[in-house]
Nanobody, 125 residues
Framework: QVQLVESGGGLVQAGGSLRLSCAASGGTFSNYAMGWFRQAPGKEREFVAGINWIEASTGYADSVKGRFTISRDNAKNTLYLQMNTLKPDDTAVYYC??????????????????WGQGTQVTVSS
C-alpha cells in the first residue's frame, strides 16, 4: 500500500511562488508515473501536471504551462511541483497521485491508483 503525503501549501499573494512536495512510502515510488491534481470549491478535480518514472516525459494542463514545473527525486521518494507566477484561479486543494502506468503520463484521474490527502493553496489578489 503506497502512502502519499503532500506538504508546502499555504497562502501567497498573486505573482508569488510555492513549492509543493509529496513524500511517498510503502511502495516502489520510482516504478510509476506520478501526477498532481487540484480541486477548487464547487469544481471537479482537474489534472495539473504529470511525470513518468524516469523523468523523460512530462505533461501539463494548459492553464499552468510555463508557470508550473513538475519534478521527482526517486532517491528520496519525493515528487515536487514548483509553482511560479501564481494566480487567484490557482487556489485549490492540491493532490499528488501515483499512476498505474510507468512510462505513460495520463491526465485522467481514474488512471491514478493512490492519492494523498491534499494540501491547500490559496492565492490572494
Amino acid at each position: 500500500q503506497v502512502q502519499l503525503v503532500e506538504s508546502g501549501g499555504g497562502l501567497v499573494q498573486a505573482g508569488g511562488s510555492l513549492r509543493l512536495s509529496c513524500a511517498a512510502s510503502g511502495g516502489t515510488f520510482s516504478n510509476y508515473a506520478m501526477g498532481w491534481f487540484r480541486q477548487a470549491p464547487g469544481k471537479e478535480r482537474e489534472f495539473v501536471a504529470g511525470i513518468n518514472w524516469i523523468e523523460a516525459s512530462t505533461g501539463y494542463a494548459d492553464s499552468v504551462k510555463g508557470r508550473f514545473t513538475i519534478s521527482r527525486d526517486n532517491a528520496k521518494n519525493t515528487l515536487y511541483l514548483q509553482m511560479n507566477t501564481l494566480k487567484p484561479d490557482d487556489t485549490a486543494v492540491y493532490y499528488c497521485a501515483s499512476s498505474r502506468y510507468s512510462s505513460y503520463v495520463s491526465f485522467r484521474a481514474h488512471e491514478y491508483v493512490y492519492w494523498g490527502q491534499g494540501t491547500q493553496v490559496t492565492v490572494s489578489s
